[in-house]
């Protein structure tokens, strides 16, 4: 039991990134661009570069309707695949209203505006909203329990 306990106060290796250094950044900024040059909408960085052993960033990005979020998505991964990277994990495609690509250091949310602002991941990491997406957010129903209010 006493070994369980002073491993769980160890620093992990796993708050390192693979990369540990501009390459993740390098990505980041690449998917970015590929987003941009397709009309994503309302796209966020953040970096949780020791917040997280998962990533270095994770990318959020809006879509203006499923098929935007799909073929944002397909822009992404020939983009990605096209520069070498094969193992890409992807979630959420057939439905297309949240899509997940893991890249490794980045990991990129793309959503139809309503299912975002209804998961909010930004808020997860502190970081706000875009303004655009706040007409969004006020017009969703509130889910938030009477007692809280």
Request: overall charge negative.
């Amino acid at each position: 039991m006493e070994r369980l306990l002073s491993a769980a106060h160890q620093e992990t290796p796993a708050t390192v990134s693979v990369h540990d250094g501009p390459e993740a950044k390098a990505l980041s900024d690449f998917i970015q661009h590929l987003l941009e040059e397709n009309s994503a909408q309302d796209v966020i960085e953040i970096d949780i570069r020791g917040k997280s052993s998962i990533a270095d960033f994770l990318l959020v990005a809006s879509g203006r309707s499923n098929r935007h979020v799909s073929a944002l998505a397909d822009y992404i991964q020939r983009g990605l695949k096209e520069r070498g990277m094969k193992d890409l994990g992807i979630e959420g495609q057939t439905a297309a209203d949240w899509v997940l690509i893991d890249a490794g250091d980045v990991i990129l949310h793309i959503f139809r505006p309503e299912v975002r602002v209804f998961y909010n991941l930004e808020k997860i990491w502190s970081v706000p909203l875009p303004e655009s997406l706040q007409t969004v957010a006020q017009k969703a129903p509130d889910d938030t329990p009477v007692a809280e209010r």
